[in-house]
Structure formats: C-alpha cells, structure tokens
C-alpha cells in the first residue's frame, strides 16, 4: 500500500506518549507527510496508545473503530504500549491496518517513508515546539528516559518498553535550548521511570544535576518534573525545588497503596512511613507545592483494613489530588496470576472513596489559593466567553479574564475565587 498526504497522531495515555506523539510527528514531516493536528482530514492515521489498564484497552479499540468509521480510506497505525501486547489483542482490533512495536526505533521512519511514497523532504525540520502545537499542547513534553528496571507485581509497562534508558544530557539541553528559542514558555520533563534519569549512563548526578544543566542553559521558560517514585526525590531535587523559581512547586510521587504488606507484595520498594517522610520533607521545604498520587484499589489480597490504612495514610500525607485506578490483572505480569482478587463490587467501592477523598483535596487545596497571584501558562480562549484558560505552576487549571494573551504565553493571574474545579482570576 502506497499512500503519502497529511498525517494525524492521536495520543492515549501518559506524558511520555504525548513526548513520543511530537517525536512521531517529526518523523512524519522528515518522511514528507504533512502533518495536521488531531481531527483534521487526514491520510493516515497513528493511534499512539496506552496499556496500563484493562480500560485502557478498551479505550484504545475504542478509537480503532470510532477513526475508521471517520476516515474509512485512511490508513490506521497503532503504536504505543497497546501494540507490544499480544497476538491475540492485535487480533480484536482488525480495523489497525499497521502494527508498530515502540521497542523497534527504526520501525517507524521506515513505515513512514514506506507510506509517504515518493514525497519530497521537507524544507525544514520539526521542531519539538512545531510538534508540540500542531498536538494542541501549549507546553513541550520532551522525554528524557523511557522504559523501566522496576518490577512491580502488576505492571505491564516494563515488558512494553524495555530496560531504562535515558537521552544524553547534551541532548536534551540542547532540544530544550531549540524549544525555548522556538517560544516554549513550559516544558515538561517526563518519562517512564524519570527519577532514575542518567542511571544507565552511569551519570551521578541524575535527575537533579540534568534540571540544574537545564535552568543554567535557558532563561525565560520554566520547567516541570512529571512523575518521581519517592525514594528517588533527592535532597538536591528538593533544594532545586525549594530555590529555583523555573522549576515549578508541582510533583507527582506514585503511592498505589499505604499498607506496608500490599507494598511489599506490589514489589514496590518503600514503605508507607518513607512516603509520607518524603512527602512532609517536600511540603516543609517548599512551601504551597502541589503533590499527587496514583493509588490501585483492590490489589490482589488488600483486605478492608489495609484499604483503611491507605485511607489514613491520604489523610496524613500533604498530597492535594489522587488518581484512583481499579487493580486489573494485565497479561505477562506477576500478580496477573494470583488467585486472591478482590471483588469487583469491593473495587468499585474503594475506587469512590478514593475519589471522594481527592474531590476534598482538590477542593481544599484550591481553596488556599484565592487571594494569590499565579503565573498560568495559557492553552486556549473560550469561544463564547472571551476567558483564558491555563496551567499554573502549582498545576491548577485556570480561568482568567486578559485582554492580551496567546496560547503558551506565562501570565500572572490574581487568583480571585475557585470555580467547580478550577480557579478563577484576572491577568495582572
Ligand atoms: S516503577 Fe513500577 S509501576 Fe512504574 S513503570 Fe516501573 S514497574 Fe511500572
């Protein structure tokens, strides 16, 4: 099949998926696609997908089949974690006229080139901002280290994207340099295990030593760290944290439970008192910072009283919202096989008390921010309203009225009041 034309990427799942949709984009343009954003006509579509969960599954055939009923003559590639499954997951999504392994990096250029035909080459290439627009993003997602050397009982991501491996420092300086050159005011640093940054490449300074390369390096756009698993929240991220104004007060420290013997059994490596140790050491030290968490309910053997503990463990923790995930048992994983799954009616319970406790956080934290003045990265204008919206640094949404604003400018905002669940101001 030789097609060439406009190409769209689609994105489900995390920010190290939103890295890769704008790396898949560059290479399309480098192929000779012209490449539009999600939801215009397109020739061929590239459905960038998600494992994590079963609904992630079923989110991911979901869209197969809604994008070939749209586009009935474009051709459909799924890549993403959902494509390193098994033969017969390929095989439920017939619609999926191309499969592509992530762990195959010269796969897609080829594939690319293949279904581009003859197309000339472009001009110029795209640049990780270009990229980063043409997706709807506002901020630059650029991924520093992808795969995983972990080996939490229930995690398929390590089996989809392979051993840790981290981008040389040099070049995500200098990808990070183009990007503020080209107008990126944000960039958000992720990955798949971003707090063992620069461990495969035996740099010692990790993480922490590639933010301080990375503010010495730019000065007018700020940084954001995705996701830290607790223990590798060094004292060097936290003082970067507490000191430099580019970096901004928001952390995500994946917690999944707060019962010391489910996080054994998770084979995750810490217990419930080192979380919130790390977690008080963070909110002491940098004050009003924003902390999340990812919980799994229901685990394989977590019986009422270690959900309870998780529950007090919420409540002790300064975290201010969770994302809340019934367990589901994904092929290929150690707990995928255990035999003592809670109940699904049991799940459901638990995952809303999960939910109801971040309503509260959220609320309450929002709450603290009225009065304040923030500095909100703006994504898009309302239509209908004429009001800003944007990211602050603290990772709230924002409304706010601005007579002058484009989309990825960073905007003081007076925070004037919460509305449902976001905050509400005027451009200062
Ligand atoms: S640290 Fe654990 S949960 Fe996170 S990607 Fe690695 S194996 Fe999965």
């Known amino acids: 099949m030789r097609v060439r034309g406009r190409l769209s990427v689609v994105t489900v799942g995390c920010k190290a998926n939103f890295a890769d949709s704008a790396a898949i984009l560059a290479h399309a343009a480098r192929a000779g696609f012209e490449v ?24 991911c055939r979901a869209l197969a089949r809604r994008l070939r009923r749209a586009h009935p003559g474009a051709v459909l590639v799924m890549t993403g974690c959902f494509a390193e499954t098994t033969p017969e997951a390929r095989a439920s999504v017939p619609e999926v006229d191309h499969w592509l392994g992530i762990r195959e990096p010269s796969g897609l250029p080829l594939l690319l080139r293949f279904l581009a035909g003859n197309a000339p080459p472009p001009d110029e290439e795209l640049s990780d901002f270009a990229a980063a ?13 992808d795969g995983c050397d972990a080996a939490c009982a229930y995690c398929v991501v390590p089996k989809a994207r392979g051993a840790g491996r981290s981008l040389p420092r040099r070049e ?23 707090g063992r940054y620069g461990a495969d490449r035996g740099d010692r300074d990790g993480l922490a030593g590639l933010v301080e390369g990375l503010l010495q390096a730019t000065s007018g756009c700020r940084f954001r760290l995705g996701s830290v698993e607790p223990l590798e929240i060094s004292s060097a991220l936290v003082s970067l944290l507490s000191k430099e104004g580019r970096l901004c007060p928001h952390l995500h420290v994946p917690l999944q439970g707060g019962s010391d013997r489910v996080l054994l059994r998770m084979r995750r490596p810490y217990t419930a008192r080192q979380y919130r ?12 910072i924003r902390l999340g968490a990812d919980v799994i309910a ?8 270690d959900f309870e503990e998780t529950m007090r463990l919420i409540r002790d923790t300064p975290l201010s919202y969770l994302h809340a995930f019934p367990y589901s048992p994904r092929a290929g994983t150690e707990s995928a096989g255990w035999t003592d799954d809670v109940s699904a009616a049991e799940k459901t319970r638990r995952v809303a008390r ?23 990265a703006a994504s898009a204008r309302d239509p209908k309203t004429g009001e800003m919206r944007g990211t602050t640094e603290n990772y709230a949404e924002a409304v706010f009225r601005a007579a002058i604003a484009a989309r990825g400018d960073l905007i003081p905002v007076r925070i004037d009041a919460v509305r449902g669940e976001h905050l509400e101001g005027t451009a200062v």
């Open 354 to 376: 999960l939910r109801e406790a971040d309503v509260a956080m959220r609320r309450e934290y929002l709450g603290k921010q009225v009065g304040k003045t923030l500095v909100a």
């Open 36 to 59: 539009v954003g999600d939801g215009a006509p397109a020739d061929v579509l590239v459905i960038n997908s998600c494992t994590v969960t079963r609904r992630a599954d079923r989110d």
């Open 277 to 288: 140790e790390r977690l008080d050491l963070l909110a002491a030290e940098v004050p009003g």
């Open 172 to 194: 995500v300086v200098e990808r990070a340099v183009r990007a503020e050159r080209d107008g990126a005011r944000e960039i958000v640093l992720t990955g798949i295990h971003t």
């Open 133 to 145: 627009r043409l997706l709807g993003h506002s901020r630059v997602f650029l991924k520093v280290q």
């Open 298 to 305: 229901g685990f394989p053997g977590e019986t009422r009283d």
